[in-house]
């Protein structure tokens, strides 16, 4: 079976809990176990996350990391104007889950982005997608 991706974003400062929980969900939204995972991927500004890095570490996974340029150039249903105007392109969890996972066709999105919020006004947004 090929390995999907999950691309994740999240505001500054989330708890690293939060990230779990938002990723375990949507692989069981997808009925996916962790290791069907091939790695996490998401925005150069959030790669050293600490919600991110705690998440992938516990898992083993990989962390891809993209520029917002990079990002900016993958179709994806749920654009944001806000998250343009702060990271500099309008999705992160969609656009770096299809990249990761070698492609840019929103059609191999397994789960489009579910944003998991934590009560303090942080959030974590997460996507799943599948190598074509």
Do not use: Y
């Not at 919600?51 to 570490?57: F, G, N, P, S």
């Not at 900016?72 to 309008?90: F, L």
């Amino acid at each position: 079976m090929k390995k999907v991706f999950v691309g994740v974003g999240c505001t500054p400062g989330l708890h690293p809990d939060v990230m779990m929980t938002a990723v375990l969900r949507a692989l069981r939204k997808v009925g996916l176990a962790p290791d069907a995972v091939g790695g996490l991927a998401t925005i150069a500004q959030r790669r050293d996350e600490p919600a991110i890095v705690l998440t992938a570490r516990h898992h083993g996974w990989d962390i891809q990391a993209f520029s917002a340029e990079a990002l900016s150039r993958v179709p994806v249903p749920n654009p944001s104007e806000r998250v343009r105007q702060v990271m500099g392109t309008p999705a992160v969890a969609e656009a770096a889950a299809l990249l990761a996972a070698g492609t840019r066709d929103p059609k191999h999105l397994l789960l489009e982005k579910r944003v998991h919020r934590d009560g303090e006004r942080k959030a974590a947004t997460v996507s799943i997608a599948r190598s074509p």
